[in-house]
T-cell receptor, first 114, second 114 residues
């Protein structure tokens, strides 16, 4: 079946540091890939998405590129802010074998300090 | 922006008791979901609901669980006899169209079974 593996957290960075959160996946066919963010006390919000190989999703300074050859969708941001502190979830939607649902990773907590 | 509303935000219940988690999906959405996240673990799919019936359910969704859309606006998850291991954050989501995009998640209900 489908699965998503994320790097474990928490990740602690200083403001303006470069962020990478690794995500790799296992899926049949050609899944769509997503990053969701959960701010404290809030629900899961879609951060960005990519629906086919080599697509780059971007939003709020975050980027992730769908790499089929490495089955990866790593999240990056050039300069993080304290307000980016949250839990980040990588997820996939499978066209085949995944059914009518999202498959999530375990989430990576990001803490950004001044 | 339309929201998915979940109530209560936190519920404490005694083992063996029945609990009902409530959700109000976005009004013109057609697909409804429950996911859960045990502390520190993955967000896991429980069940999807479409056209007034369950369209898919996971292994977790056993006979102790049921879902209902009683009045065209609410979407409920009932756990008939709670166990300690049911303690988790439960997320409701709704989706309007096809594909993995267009999911809107609620802010979750934290269920604590004591």
């Amino acid at each position: 079946g489908n699965s998503v593996t994320q790097m474990e957290g928490p990740v602690t960075l200083s403001e303006e540091a470069f962020l990478t959160i690794n995500c790799t996946y296992t899926a049949t066919g050609y899944p769509s890939l997503f990053w969701y963010v959960q701010y404290p006390g809030e629900g899961l919000q879609l951060l960005l998405k990519a629906t086919k190989a080599d697509d780059k999703g971007s939003n709020k300074g975050f980027e992730a590129t769908y790499r089929k050859e490495t089955t990866s969708f790593h999240l990056e941001k050039g300069s993080v802010q304290v307000s980016d502190s949250a839990v980040y979830f990588c997820a996939l939607w499978g066209v085949t074998g995944g059914g009518n649902k999202l498959t999530f990773g375990t989430g990576t907590q990001l803490k950004v300090e001044l | 922006e339309p929201e998915v509303t979940q109530t209560p935000s936190h519920q404490v219940t005694q083992m063996g008791q029945e609990v009902i988690l409530r959700c109000v999906p976005i009004s013109n959405h057609l697909y409804f979901y429950w996911y859960r996240q045990i502390l520190g673990q993955k967000v896991e799919f429980l069940v999807s609901f479409y056209n007034n019936e369950i369209s898919e359910k996971s292994e977790i969704f056993d006979d102790q669980f049921s879902v209902e859309r009683p009045d065209g606006s609410n979407f409920t998850l009932k756990i008939r006899s709670t166990k300690l291991e049911d303690s988790a954050m439960y997320f409701c989501a709704s989706r309007g169209g096809t594909g993995g995009y267009g999911y809107t998640f609620g802010s979750g209900t934290r269920l604590t079974v004591v």
